[in-house]
């Protein structure tokens, strides 16, 4: 069977898409043997997944491919906040703040159902505080800032809290210091489903796209990009384009695609670092900023269910970025900062999981990491390779689009974007509390799913055992695992418990647990064998068990 060669299906490419096809891998992997696409996309994060949405939508025909799953590097690891960034008003930052909240009110649109509201509480304390009492008026002053650059478009501005209203909600803060505090609204999200979504969305407008599909190299004809060559299923393809992006993040550190004798681009990795804990830990109603003493890092603690998220660090990272893991001593630094701003004891052992990633900064080394700008860098080279890198998850789509006028300027072409209204699967007409009302799907699933939910409740219907809890203690059933192998392109059991669901962050001993019931479900999906299965058990619990060493003091990344 032969594909396309050049554009994409435009009668498909409605702005709300409506129904997911099954997403076929192989097919997918075929059309990347066949066809001549106008961009190669490597690079299966936020940023890459959002430019091939972007191609897609202006008419372009796009390879995306992926050397691990779909967001298993930064874009599972990042610190989940979708927001302006108050401490970039404090370096002096505010253009890139007020492009932040307009991007993120495109993203509470867009992605509706991934995207929600949330509150931030800052604690103004007499000392030893994130600020002190001293410094509240200029910090609201901030706060206005914050509202009138783009806050406003919430819907609800700051609002100064008493030292009642703070407790109100967050019981178990330290009350001796605490004057009273500030709350201002911004936004979060499951970042490695965003990523996901993104990138099925560009599949849906036809885009071929391929995890597990690995560049090696980029090709060229007459000096000029002609494609990558890439490792898939074991054997050497060549991905044919008349254009090259490199949207690899902090791994352009370690190849670049560039030819021989050209500037590098610049590239810092930056290590954060998260940690998650139960609930009652913490007993927070909103996500609490607190101090960590002796260091100008503030943390933040947000809840996930019946979980707290602690984080983060930020700092340079030289190892590898494909093990990069959270230490015994970063673990500690953030429940001691925990542990100073609230009444409550965390061990170790109360640990439910971690995540490490890096930041892409673009700097040169030297400083502060904390320090550096989050800007993003779009350069075009002689032989037309494309290459992005920097940024944040809240400003994905504002880079994808300036990453694809650059590849029309390659390619000679122009044509307009389309993703600042274009929703992505599961949001058109998706309603919250439509969703959860009596009758309807538990939150959980209409938070992850959207309108798409009605697969879910399709199975069900179908097969009622599919109700049955996947790890103990999380809400998620087994019908999502059936999704994630039907729907969202998921391989193996690390794919389903690390980013298709986060058991592994929530629940990481549990997790593994019924990594054997995933793997089960999974070889029955994509007819994986015994062996297959058993093998992949065993490395996801392997893995937790590395984690684990290494937080409890052991070898250290």
């Known amino acids: 069977m032969r594909f396309p060669e050049k554009r994409a299906n435009t009668e498909r490419q409605s702005l709300s898409p409506v129904e997911a096809p099954a997403l076929s891998r192989a097919n997918a992997v075929r059309r990347m043997e066949d066809a001549t696409f106008d961009v190669v996309i490597v690079g299966g994060g936020i940023t890459g997944a959002y430019a091939a949405l972007d191609a897609a939508l202006r008419g372009l025909s796009v390879a995306l491919i992926e050397k691990d799953d779909f967001a298993s590097g930064t874009s599972s690891k990042s610190s989940k906040m979708i927001h302006g960034g108050l401490r970039y008003i404090e370096q002096g930052n505010l253009p ?10 495109r993203l509470r649109r867009n992605a509706g159902h991934l995207v929600q509201r949330l509150p931030f509480l800052f604690p103004v304390l007499s000392e030893d505080g994130v600020f002190d009492r001293r410094l509240a008026s200029g910090f609201e002053a ?5 509202d009138f650059a783009g806050g406003w478009r919430e819907g609800v501005l700051h609002q100064k809290l008493s030292k009642e209203e703070v407790l109100a909600q967050s019981p ?19 970042d490695a489903r965003l990523t996901l979504n993104i990138a099925r969305t560009a599949a849906f407008h036809g885009a071929a796209i391929a995890n597990y599909a690995k ?8 000096g000029k990009v002609s494609g990558v060559v890439a490792e898939i299923d074991g054997g050497e393809v060549q991905i044919r384009g008349r254009s090259v992006v490199m949207a690899v993040g902090s791994w352009l550190r370690d190849w670049d695609g560039t030819r021989p004798g050209t500037d590098k681009p610049n590239i810092r990795p930056a290590k954060g670092v998260h940690v998650s804990v139960p609930w009652s830990k913490i007993q927070n109603s909103c996500t609490i900023t607190i101090p960590i003493p002796g260091r100008t890092r503030r943390a933040t603690i947000t809840r996930w269910g019946d979980t707290a998220l602690l984080g983060t660090t930020d700092e340079d990272y030289t190892g590898d970025l494909d093990a990069a893991r959270c230490t015994h001593e970063e673990m500690n630094f953030l429940l001691d900062g925990a542990m100073h701003a609230l009444r409550t004891e965390i061990k170790p052992e109360d640990v439910l999981g971690s995540i490490a990633g890096t930041r892409p900064l673009v700097a040169a080394a030297g400083g502060k990491t904390l320090d550096v700008k989050r800007n993003h860098e779009i350069r075009t080279d002689s032989d037309g390779l494309v290459t992005v890198v920097g940024g944040k998850l809240t400003t994905s789509r504002h880079m994808a689009e300036q990453t694809v006028d650059a590849v029309l300027k390659v390619l000679g072409e122009r044509a307009k974007c389309r993703t600042k209204k274009a929703y992505l699967l599961g949001a058109a007409g998706y309603d919250g509390q439509a969703a959860t009302a009596s009758g309807g799907l538990p939150a959980h699933l209409a938070e992850r799913f959207g309108t798409e939910s009605r697969f879910i409740s399709q199975m069900i219907a179908a097969d009622p055992a599919l109700t049955a809890p996947v790890v103990e203690g999380l809400p998620y059933i087994e019908a999502e695992v059936i999704f994630a192998a039907r729907y969202e392109m998921a391989h193996t059991v690390d794919d389903v418990l690390s980013r298709r669901t986060r058991s592994r962050l929530m629940a990481r001993d549990a997790s593994g647990v019924a990594a054997g019931r995933v793997g089960e479900i999974l070889g029955r999906e994509l007819g994986l064998s015994d062996s297959e299965i058993a093998a992949q058990v065993t490395n996801y619990n392997e893995q937790i068990q590395i984690e684990k060493a290494v937080l409890m003091g052991g070898t250290s990344s």
Request: aromatic residues 14%; hydrophobic residues 45%; without cysteine.
């Open 96 to 105: 890139l703040v007020r492009h932040s909240l307009l991007e993120r009110q």
């Open 172 to 190: 178990l803060f330290v009350a001796d210091k605490l004057e009273g505090g500030f709350m201002y609204y911004d936004s979060r999200a499951d």
């Open 142 to 146: 901030l706060l206005w800032t914050y």
């Open 215 to 222: 560049a090696t190299d980029v090709m060229r004809d007459g």
